[in-house]
């Protein structure tokens, strides 16, 4: 849970630090800086997503904190943690990296030569703080997006946090 304090306070403090420069900078070459574009507060070089990047609740004034995570080169890495409306931490999906080992057969999913471009650890929580369920998931560009999914060795706990059943999920 440290780790996630100041994972978070990082974020916060970089963020503000780009904003005491003003938002939405753009030059030749693209967007640089802090963008705030309609719920999401990203770091941009060369028009590129390379840094934190918040995501808030469009809907709220003043904005809910959602998500938070780090870009680099417009590829989602190291670990988001997403959050509800109350501020509890819901989901962590940490890891996130090149698959470069993990093939996959479905009808369902397309991949280039059967390999999802990018593999992630999820790790889904009750709304009292206790691991709900947690295991491996793949995608291609964007794990909040229709091409990701569940697959591998998956654990399953009641809300008390005791393991009630492991289980391999397919395609």
């Known amino acids: ?34 963008f705030d574009n309609s719920g999401w507060i990203c770091e941009y070089k060369d028009d590129v997503q390379n840094g934190i990047c918040l995501g808030f609740d469009k809907a709220d ?20 943690i997403y959050f509800d409306d109350n501020g509890n931490i819901t989901l962590i999906i940490k890891d996130i990296k090149r698959n470069d080992s993990v093939f996959v057969v479905s009808k369902k999913y397309s991949f280039t030569n059967n390999k999802p471009n990018y593999m992630a650890y999820m790790i889904e929580f009750y709304p009292t703080g206790m691991i709900k369920q ?23 706990y009641n809300e008390n946090g005791v393991l009630i059943k492991t289980e391999w999920t397919e395609l």
Not at 6 to 30: H, K, M, P, R, W
């Open 61 to 80: 004034s003043p904005r809910k904190l959602k998500t938070v995570g780090m870009y680099e080169n417009n590829v989602p890495v190291g670990t988001w």
């Open 1 to 34: 849970m440290n780790k996630i304090v100041t994972i978070l306070f990082c974020a916060l403090s970089t963020v503000g630090l780009y904003a005491q420069s003003g938002y939405n900078y753009t030059d030749t070459l693209g967007k640089q800086g802090v």
């Open 134 to 156: 947690e295991g491996p998931m793949y995608f291609d560009e964007d794990f909040n997006g229709d091409d990701s999914f569940c697959y591998g060795e998956w654990k399953y």
